[in-house]
């Protein structure tokens, strides 16, 4: 059964950093592209960033580019959102998911979806 366990989110200062972590279980990590989603109370699930299957395309939202990076190890079955100079703004829920298709600004269009790790950005 596919799985994918996020982890690293937390409660950081603004102008800190946070390395979020999506480990995948059950599934062939490297035919899937994957991207990273926020979440918060009054936005509904938008991405943040994303990489095609050998990251040889990445995609980061214009209000993260230059703060963020997307990245993953195929080896190790594993993603990374590397999030530096945060921002109050970059707070919620962060969530992995990976397309078989490729990746897509749509989060219906995703296969399977971790479970999601909270951050915080106090100012």
């Known amino acids: 059964q596919a799985q994918l366990v996020e982890s690293g989110g937390g409660l950081v200062q603004a102008g800190g950093s946070l390395r979020l972590s999506c480990a995948a279980s059950g599934l062939t990590f490297g035919n899937y592209a994957v991207a990273w989603f926020r979440q918060t109370e009054v936005k509904e699930r938008e991405i943040v960033a994303a990489a095609t299957t050998s990251a040889d395309n990445t995609y980061l939202a214009d209000s993260v580019k230059g703060r963020f990076t997307v990245s993953r190890d195929n080896a190790k079955n594993t993603g990374f959102l590397q999030m530096n100079s945060l921002k109050p703004e970059d707070a919620g829920v962060y969530f992995c998911?990976?397309?078989?298709?490729?990746?897509?600004?749509?989060?219906?269009?995703?296969?399977?979806w971790g479970q999601g790790t909270p951050v915080t950005v106090s100012s």
């Open positions: 998911a990976v397309n078989r298709r490729g990746w897509s600004s749509d989060w219906y269009a995703y296969d399977y």
